[in-house]
Nanobody
């Protein structure tokens, strides 16, 4: 079955950088949209970015210009490079995947915590 495993979270000071990784297994993911979501304490879950199998990407306005989503198809890993981090980026970050024709994200990782201090 499909499994997503995130890594790379941690604590960093404002202005710093982190790179999150999402290792995917159980499918070729040729026709999937892979996304990063985040949820801060007391707030709704927010989609941060996604990347389609054809390489198209999209970002939330709150991270545009600071975060970059990418993929290594040979290793089936998706990355989220986060630069110029702000305290408001503090959240649990989740990797998610859905088949391109589905509406909902069916597969989720366990999450990795990102904490940005001022």
């Amino acid at each position: 079955q499909v499994q997503l495993v995130e890594s790379g979270g941690g604590s960093v000071q404002a202005g710093g950088s982190l790179r999150l990784s999402c290792a995917a297994s159980g499918d070729t993911f040729n026709n999937y949209r892979m996304a990063w979501f985040r949820q801060a304490a007391g707030k709704e879950r927010e989609r941060v970015a996604f990347i389609d199998s054809d390489g198209i990407t999209k970002y939330a306005d709150s991270v545009k210009g600071r975060f970059t989503i990418s993929r290594d198809n040979t290793k089936n890993i998706r990355y989220l490079q986060m630069n110029s981090l702000k305290p408001e980026d503090t959240a649990m970050y989740y990797c998610a995947a859905r088949f391109v024709f589905d509406q909902d994200y069916k597969y989720w990782g366990q999450g990795t915590q990102v904490t940005v201090s001022s």
